[in-house]
């Protein structure tokens, strides 16, 4: 079967970094996204990764391993807002994407 | 960016009645949409993909007959929630992808919070 697993829920400090880890086992890979959702709201678009490696984008850095099955979306500089869940998603064989549970980021001052 | 709309964001509609629910791309053409249903604290749950010109392909579990989809043309898709119940009350959102894309990429709408009485 077609898994993807991810923290329920991490909690951090503003200011502070968080990494957000994610394994998944599917059939096929055609790239890994990362979305954030804010409650009551539909999910956007944070990063992709296809290749191996870190890609950085300002105060998000997404990390992937294919041979591992893994990756992980980095935060920095965490900022009140930055309070959400992140869903990370693989597009397998069929191109369709199959969705993490999501992990519930809880920023404290 | 690409943008993704839909109509209504909020609805509240009476148990027996159907419901209507528009995903339009805005800016760009989409070949291919997909409705999602999410339940509080939940993940997103594909319940369908939309093909324009051909018939949807539901997931399993989902009825068809229920939740009819229209996909008429490259800018617009439609989910009916027919003869709705309490237990469809539930944030529906819609992607839509680029048709030109290479990076598969899923654009996201607003969402719809669908309650019924």
């Known amino acids: 079967g077609q898994n993807i697993d991810q923290p329920t829920e991490m909690t951090a400090t503003e200011g502070a970094i968080v990494q957000i880890n994610c394994t998944y086992q599917?059939?096929?890979?055609?790239?890994l996204f990362w979305y954030q959702q804010h409650a009551g709201e539909a999910p956007t678009f944070l990063s992709y990764?296809?290749l191996d490696g870190l890609e950085e984008k300002g105060r998000f850095s997404s990390f992937l391993s294919r041979s591992k099955g893994y990756s992980y979306l980095l935060l920095k500089e965490l900022q009140m807002k930055d309070s959400a869940s992140y869903l990370c998603a693989v597009t397998d064989s069929n191109y369709q994407l199959i969705w993490g549970a999501g992990t519930k980021l809880i920023i404290k001052p | 960016g690409a943008v993704v709309s839909q109509h209504p964001s909020r609805v509240i509609c009476k148990s027996g009645t159907s419901v209507k629910i528009e995903c339009r791309s805005l800016d760009f053409q989409a070949t291919t949409m997909f409705w999602y249903r999410q339940f509080p604290k939940k993940s997103l749950m594909l319940m369908a993909t939309?093909?324009?010109?051909?018939?949807?392909?539901?997931e399993q579990g989902v009825e068809k007959d229920k939740f009819l989809i229209n996909h008429a043309s490259l800018t617009l898709s439609t989910l009916t929630v027919t003869s709705a119940h309490p237990e469809d009350s539930s944030f529906y959102i819609c992607?839509?992808?680029?048709?030109?894309?290479?990076?598969?990429?899923?654009?996201f709408g607003p969402g719809t919070r669908l309650t019924v009485t």
């Open positions: 599917t059939s096929g890979f055609n790239g």
């Open positions: 992607s839509a992808r680029d048709a030109s894309g290479t990076d598969y990429e899923q654009y």
């Open positions: 939309s093909n324009e010109g051909s018939k949807a392909t539901y």
């Open positions: 990764n296809v």
